[in-house]
């Protein structure tokens, strides 16, 4: 039978992977309103508590008065407007490169960079558990694509000697779904002896890494000779939304005239630029949100490895407790929530089978108080989980 759905979504259901959307009625923050109840959150990726600031809403308020809310047509119609270029040359000095150059999203960010850059008869390396827009990226390009052991440089080593073209590594700065760092200076130090060029999403490391929130590329000082491509998102620690991608003036000129995902499609509202050009201030000036998160990742490694929890290797707010099976990690977010706490689990296909996860992540927003109640919670629900394996 054609199209059979519902026997799709049953065989879903069986396999404990159905996915449900909780529904927010509040804005994002530590305290929300899901499905009709007060819940502390740990599963935003609003890192450094910018999604609801003050400051970061009256820009966007201020934005909208003066520039209306629609984008109204493409970049290079009659889309392209100054706040646009104002966020594009602030990102630009933000991360040390020539250029930068605003996308509506991140997904489309790395679409738009991947297949501008390389097609058939090149070649385009990726981390194993890269996300899932730069695969999806990968494999529309037409390019070889190949994908390497997770932050392998010898796995990586073994594929560029086979490579043809031009070729392309592609590799998350922080891992999102295990909060991991790329190891860029050993995957650099390869891409370099075969003249091949690295690209890094850095989605989640801007913000919380790097002294002055710079990413990855600020943690290890690497330049755009190191990294030619540097992505980065805007809805995530800098709560807003879009994306951008920096590199040299050649690499910026190249996407303006190539990249399909960024010409045929609408800008994103210049209000949404005018808001993170307000975040990307916060975000680079106020040290303390760093200061502060670092000292709860601190705490709630100490704190899980007494419960005896199985932590991965993350020095990122990212701090997922691994379980493996899909059922018994929902089971545990389903005792969180019993006790008004949502932490989301996350399982396959998102994550490699058999390695569902409680996905913590920790935000600037969040106070000592309610990281030791998480950790409580935690030491009272885990035995019940851990006790049925
Ligand atoms: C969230 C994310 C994206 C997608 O960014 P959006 O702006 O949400 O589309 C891309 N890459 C990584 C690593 C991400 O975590």
Redesign the pocket.
């Known amino acids: 039978m054609p199209f059979d759905l519902a026997a799709r979504l049953a065989e879903r259901h069986a396999a404990h992977l159905y996915r449900q959307r909780p529904l927010l009625d509040s804005p994002q923050g530590p305290l929300v309103q899901v499905d009709g109840r007060q819940l502390l959150a740990f599963c935003s990726?609003d890192y450094l508590g910018l999604a609801n600031h003050p400051e970061v809403i009256r820009a966007m308020q201020q934005g909208a008065e003066k520039w209306g809310v629609g984008g109204g047509a493409s970049h290079l119609v009659i889309g392209h407007s100054t706040p646009h270029h104002e966020l594009e040359e602030a990102l630009a000095d933000f991360t040390g490169r020539p250029r930068a150059l605003l996308f509506s999203?991140?997904?489309?960010a790395?679409l738009a960079a991947v297949t501008a850059l390389v097609g058939q008869g090149d070649t385009v390396l990726e981390d194993r558990i890269n996300?899932a827009?730069?695969l999806d990226a990968g494999l529309l390009s037409g390019a070889r694509f190949s994908r390497y052991l997770h932050n392998d440089a010898v796995s990586l080593s073994n594929r560029l000697r086979k490579a043809e073209g031009n070729t392309l590594v592609v590799t998350?700065g922080v891992f999102?779904m295990d909060g991991d760092l790329a190891d860029l200076p050993a995957l650099c130090a390869e891409a370099r002896l075969k003249d091949a060029w690295v690209m890094v999403?850095d989605?989640?490391g801007f913000g919380p890494l790097g002294a002055t929130g710079g990413g990855i590329v600020e943690h290890f000082g690497l330049g755009v000779d190191e990294v030619q491509v540097l992505?980065g998102?805007?809805?995530?620690a800098f709560g807003t939304?879009?994306?951008f991608v920096a590199g040299s003036e050649a690499l910026i000129e190249t996407l303006i005239q190539f990249a399909r995902p960024y010409i045929y499609t609408t800008s994103q509202p210049p209000a949404v630029a005018c808001a993170t050009l307000k975040s990307l201030e916060l975000l680079r000036s106020e040290g303390w949100r760093r200061e502060h998160l670092n000292k709860l990742i601190a705490r709630f490694r100490q704190g899980a490895a007494e419960i005896g929890l199985n932590l991965m290797d993350s020095p990122t707010p990212i701090q997922p407790i691994l379980i493996g099976d899909s059922e018994r990690a929902l089971k545990l977010s389903a005792l969180l929530k019993e006790r008004g706490l949502l932490v989301g689990a996350i399982r396959p296909p998102t994550v490699p089978a058999g390695s569902a996860r409680l996905r913590v992540t920790l935000s600037a927003a969040h106070s000592e108080a309610q990281l030791e109640h998480l950790i409580e919670a935690l030491a009272e629900c885990w035995p019940q989980v851990a006790g049925d394996a």
């Open positions: 990726n999203t991140g997904y489309m790395n996300h827009s730069l998350d999102s999403d989605a989640h992505v998102t805007l809805g995530k939304a879009g994306a």
